[in-house]
């Protein structure tokens, strides 16, 4: 016996393969994993809380009056004007990093110095492209929820 393998061999290997790609995607593609929501920035990657009351993501007491907090999981920054809570993504729209520090009235980001308004998320300094996308809040018995 030889130890090639024919060209006839080869090719049958080749379309089982292409056949059993081809039917894996179409069935991955509508499977129920892939009709959830994907999560791929601040704004939309933390779902709500299992009574449909949003997240909890801190106390206002936690968020300094003038200044903020970042939070890790999910990436988000609460700040505070006031009694006026806001909350953007954490993520800097220059390069994915997250930002570091509110202070100033500003969130800074230390990857490349970009600086985003605390109150609106509107770049203050670049080179950040774009404001920070804002997350929707709302305050429950002194506890901050996601929206």
Same mark, same amino acid.
């Given at each position: 016996m030889s130890d090639l393998v024919s060209r006839r061999s080869a090719l049958r290997g080749a379309a089982?393969?292409?056949?059993?790609?081809?039917?894996?995607?179409?069935?991955?593609?509508?499977?129920?994993?892939?009709?959830?929501?994907?999560?791929?920035t601040a704004a939309n990657a933390? #779902?709500?809380?299992?009574?449909?009351?949003? =997240?909890?993501?801190?106390?206002?007491?936690?968020?300094?009056?003038? #200044? #903020?907090?970042?939070? =890790?999981?999910?990436?988000?920054?609460l700040t505070r004007s006031g009694a006026t809570v806001h909350a953007f993504s954490a993520i800097c729209t220059h390069q994915g990093c997250t930002v570091s520090t509110v202070a100033n009235g500003t969130i800074d980001c230390p990857c490349h110095g970009s600086k985003f308004d605390a109150a609106t998320g509107k770049v203050v300094a670049g080179p950040?492209?774009?404001?920070?996308?804002?997350?929707?809040?709302?305050?429950?018995?002194?506890?901050?929820?996601?929206s």
């Amino acid at each position: 016996m030889s130890d090639l393998v024919s060209r006839r061999s080869a090719l049958r290997g080749a379309a089982v393969v292409v056949v059993g790609g081809i039917a894996g995607f179409a069935l991955a593609r509508n499977s129920a994993a892939a009709k959830e929501k994907a999560g791929t920035t601040a704004a939309n990657a933390y #779902g709500a809380g299992s009574d449909g009351g949003g =997240q909890l993501l801190a106390t206002v007491a936690a968020i300094p009056p003038g #200044g #903020g907090k970042i939070l =890790q999981h999910p990436p988000v920054v609460l700040t505070r004007s006031g009694a006026t809570v806001h909350a953007f993504s954490a993520i800097c729209t220059h390069q994915g990093c997250t930002v570091s520090t509110v202070a100033n009235g500003t969130i800074d980001c230390p990857c490349h110095g970009s600086k985003f308004d605390a109150a609106t998320g509107k770049v203050v300094a670049g080179p950040a492209p774009s404001p920070l996308p804002r997350i929707p809040v709302s305050v429950r018995n002194g506890e901050v929820y996601e929206s």
